[in-house]
């Protein structure tokens, strides 16, 4: 029986980073305004989760191997790093700054109005890129084990030995 488990979940965690491109990535602090992962950076995330689920399908069948590995390693740090940047500045956004004087040159600051805060989607795409990340370092590093490449049949690495084959004729 041929074993796959980390195709399969590099596909699922690219499944989870697509999923979190929909959901609401911020909202304003007073609840007026909120942006999802399709108005910004979400796009170009979806577009690297679909080439990884790709990518996945194509080792689960076993058409390619180091190559497509490191090609999900590249998209899926790529996520993860954009991941990273947009939660970061979606949580170092800040509202406006209230100030009340009187008129002689005394200000006095009463605080951030507005402002955004994080919400699950961003998340989600983070959980998301990052577990892609980590299922695709681990194909680009790791050799396939005998147990993973075997078919059903239980010879199927070649025996070494030290003999020489030779043919009848010579």
């Known amino acids: 029986m041929k074993k796959v488990t980390n195709p399969i979940w590099l596909i699922i965690s690219a499944v989870i980073l697509c999923t979190g491109c929909f959901l609401p ?8 305004g909120e942006a999802n992962g399709m108005d910004g950076d979400g796009q170009l995330l979806i577009v690297f989760g ?11 069948a076993e058409k390619v191997k180091r190559k497509a590995y490191f090609a999900a390693f590249i998209l899926s740090g790529l996520s993860l790093l954009i991941s990273i940047y947009d939660m970061n500045n979606i949580g170092s956004a800040e509202g406006a ?6 008129g002689e040159g005394a200000t006095i600051n009463i605080g951030s109005v507005g402002g955004t805060t994080i919400e699950y989607g961003i998340v989600i795409c983070l959980i998301g890129a990052a577990l892609a990340f980590v299922f695709s370092v681990r194909g680009v590093f790791t050799k396939a084990k005998e147990t993973e490449i075997d078919h059903g049949n239980k010879h199927s690495t070649p025996k070494m030995t030290n003999k020489t084959e030779t043919t009848e004729g010579e």
């Open 25 to 32: 990535w911020a909202a304003e602090v007073d609840g007026l």
């Open 97 to 102: 700054t209230v100030n009340i004087s009187n």
């Open 50 to 60: 679909v080439i990884l689920i790709v990518i996945g399908f194509l080792l689960v």
